[in-house]
């Protein structure tokens, strides 16, 4: 997806501040169906994909720069993906959701924005309208060779949650990565990992009310939060099953890194999790690129390990062992 039509849909989000009606017990038949991806700035393109190359082991896709702000991806076997994002010159041309990260990130390496897959993306809409919830018009993404649209999504006028949030949905044929055959070529070889990562499985929402933000996803049908801490960033909160994936929901939990990082940034996307083939072989690359050694743990998803990212990325990220069906908040 092209970040400018993206942020386009994100402009009104520069009112996240505004306050919002609680959620009501009305909700959609259908919630989302997965986590899709989230944006990750850097301070320059070539540092955030070189982070993600060289020191993390991902495998990043060449992306576009329109009109200097350009974008790259680490794309996963299962549809989620992370967008990389990095302005590439001096007065770039920037719509007003791009605008508005770059204040909240004054320049540095971050993400505040995320997405939520649906398959009923017209239903989400008119649910959270009848929420009072304000979303945009549904945009639509490019056309296809078939005339169909490759994918559509809607954003807020004001936000529900304390980080920016979309909805999207796409065309089959604009991702093969949704259908029951897997395509072969190009599109199989952009997501082999030297790290092995199969898929983004969770977002870190950092906020100083989780329970404003559990109560915004139960209206969207996400619900069966379970108390969880992460007591390697001093943060508690909620884990909110989305599909086979999650959202954690956290706020501080006494001096920390997730107590600063709240301080010094505001709410965010603290870090995300990523399922990977052989755990020790991603490690062993994290720690040969950070020339670092790192502590593993049991975690959500189970025995796991935390990059040392921050500093370059802005975020955590943490990879952990895959496991086929696994439900991660323990319905």
């Known amino acids: 997806m092209r970040p400018l039509l993206l942020a386009a849909t994100l402009a009104f989000a520069a009112v996240a501040a505004a306050p919002i009606r609680s959620a009501t017990p009305a909700q959609p038949q259908m919630p989302a169906t997965s986590i899709d991806h989230f944006l990750l700035w850097g301070r320059s393109i070539d540092q955030v994909s070189a982070d993600m190359a060289v020191k993390l082991g991902f495998q990043v896709k060449q992306g576009r720069d329109p009109a200097g702000l350009a974008n790259r991806y680490v794309r996963f076997a299962d549809g989620s993906y992370i967008e990389l994002l990095g302005i590439t010159r001096a007065n770039p041309e920037l719509d007003p959701g791009a605008q508005a990260d770059q204040v909240a990130l004054k320049g540095a390496a971050g ?6 897959r649906t398959t009923t993306l017209d239903r989400m809409h008119d649910a959270v309208t009848a929420l009072g919830w304000k979303p945009t018009p549904v945009f639509d993404g490019p056309k296809l060779a078939n005339g169909r649209t490759g994918w559509r999504l809607f954003a807020f006028e004001k936000q529900p949650l304390s980080s920016n949030l979309f909805l999207i949905d796409y065309d089959k044929a604009w991702a093969p990565d949704l259908s029951a055959t897997p395509a072969p070529g190009d599109w199989l070889a952009a997501r082999v990992h030297p790290n092995g990562a199969r898929a ?5 929402l950092l906020s100083a009310d989780v329970e404003r933000d559990r109560t915004q996803l139960a209206a969207l049908g996400l619900k069966n939060g379970k108390p969880i801490r992460l007591p390697d960033i001093a943060a508690r909160g909620v884990c909110v099953s989305v599909g086979d994936k999650a959202i954690l929901l956290l706020q501080p939990d006494g001096a920390g890194i997730a107590a600063d990082a709240l301080q010094s940034g505001g709410p965010q996307i603290i870090g995300a999790s990523v399922a990977v083939a052989d755990l020790a072989r991603a490690q062993r690359l994290v720690e040969r690129g950070y020339e670092h050694p790192v502590k593993r ?7 796991s390990f935390l990059a040392p990212t921050r500093d370059d990325l ?9 496991s086929a069906g696994k439900d991660v908040c323990g319905r």
């Open 297 to 303: 743990y049991s975690g959500t998803f189970g025995q």
């Open 111 to 116: 993400a505040r924005t995320l997405g939520l």
């Open 200 to 204: 983004l499985t969770a977002y870190w």
């Open 314 to 322: 802005g975020i955590l990220l943490e990879f952990h062992a895959a």
